[in-house]
């Protein structure tokens, strides 16, 4: 296959369309490069398949020969990157898809949106099963996010019932791992980095809000096989295993062993309470769940940041 994916030189980006490569498949990766990185892209031009274009995707985009993929993934995704771009994150979640999904159309191609358990907001059924709506605040500062993603799924069907187009959706949860940009801003990336700087992690609130943490293999593989499925109603994928951002910090802390403490700041506006994916839905449809535990993860990923931080002046980025 011919794949067109956008936000290749991103973090997941990047390792799916190594996925693809390593399979035998043909990647043009798309990047504007706004949030994705060039180490990730120096990663991918080392497979001979790989073919790389700079280009914002909110404008239109044109691509010779054959695609029998496009895979939509161009996107600020953490919160202080979209709180930062506002405008073009809106973009590219709207206008992007809109150009990606007429791609699509033109090359008669499958098309796959990365969508967001953003989509839930700060969420009243607690897991949340694909068939909740959500509880998102359109006006307040992550409905830049959240609602672009919301319109986007909402293109997507509609080419699919109107145009016939061969579509899938993912609502994907929080994932980490190695070709994270140490400076993200993520609360992974975040307290790794500041762990092995010796500075002190930074709780937002009193660190009892949750997240269920995916590892990127075990995310790749989910979304691989959505791609490869024929499943077109949305499908979460991530890790059910819940955990308190204080137990996060307090896993990193045990296993990085510094002198670091925790700092205590205030919890930013519409942060989510709770996050946990029901992925009843994932594992009978795609016959997948993830395998990797937060602890092994963690152990996989912290190498990554270390390596980074003794090279370079790499800074976490809290908020504040
Ligand atoms: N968080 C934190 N300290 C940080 C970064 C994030 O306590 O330095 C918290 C944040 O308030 C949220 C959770 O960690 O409750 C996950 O935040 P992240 O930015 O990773 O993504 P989100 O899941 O909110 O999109």
Redesign the pocket.
């Known amino acids: 296959m011919r794949i067109v994916l956008t936000g290749a030189a991103g973090f997941l980006g990047s390792h799916l369309s190594a996925r693809f490569l390593e399979e035998g498949h043909d990647v043009v990766g798309i990047d504007n490069l706004v949030t994705g990185s060039r180490e990730n892209l120096a990663w991918l031009q080392g497979f001979p398949g790989f073919s790389f274009r700079r280009h914002d995707v909110s404008t239109s985009l044109y691509v010779q020969g054959d695609v029998d993929g496009v895979l939509h993934f161009a996107s600020p995704?953490?919160?202080?990157d979209y709180l930062e771009l506002p405008i073009q994150t809106l973009k590219v979640g709207s206008l992007g898809t809109h150009n990606m999904l007429g791609l699509a159309k033109e090359k008669g191609a499958r098309f796959l949106l990365a969508s967001?358990?953003?989509v839930y907001g700060d969420p009243e059924v607690h897991p949340q099963p694909e068939s909740y709506w959500g509880n998102v605040n359109p006006v307040g500062p992550?409905g830049v996010?959240d609602e672009a993603k919301r319109f986007a799924e909402a293109m997507v069907m509609a080419y699919h019932r109107h145009h016939g187009l061969d579509t899938r959706i993912a609502r994907i949860f929080?994932t980490y791992g190695p070709r994270m940009r140490p400076g993200d801003?993520?609360?992974?990336?975040?307290?790794v980095v500041?762990a092995l700087r010796g500075e002190p992690?930074?709780?937002?609130?009193d660190?009892s809000?949750?997240?269920s943490f995916c590892y990127v293999a075990d995310e790749v593989e989910g979304l691989y096989r959505l791609f490869m499925s024929s499943e077109v109603d949305p499908v979460n994928v991530g890790n059910p295993h819940e955990f308190t951002?204080r137990e996060?910090?307090e896993e990193i802390l045990r296993q990085v062993e510094g002198p670091s403490t925790l700092e205590f700041?205030p919890?930013?506006e519409d942060?989510?309470?709770v996050?946990q994916p029901d992925i009843t839905r994932a594992r009978e449809i795609l016959g997948w769940e993830p395998a990797v535990s937060l602890r092994e993860g963690l152990e996989r990923t912290i190498p990554y940041f270390r390596k980074r931080v003794e090279a370079e002046d790499v800074r976490?980025?809290?908020?504040g």
């Open positions: 995704a953490s919160p202080v967001t358990s953003e992550r996010y929080n801003g993520r609360v992974v990336s975040n307290f500041q992690l930074t709780v937002y609130g660190g809000q949750t997240r951002i996060l910090a700041r919890l930013p942060d989510p309470q996050r976490a980025r809290p908020v």
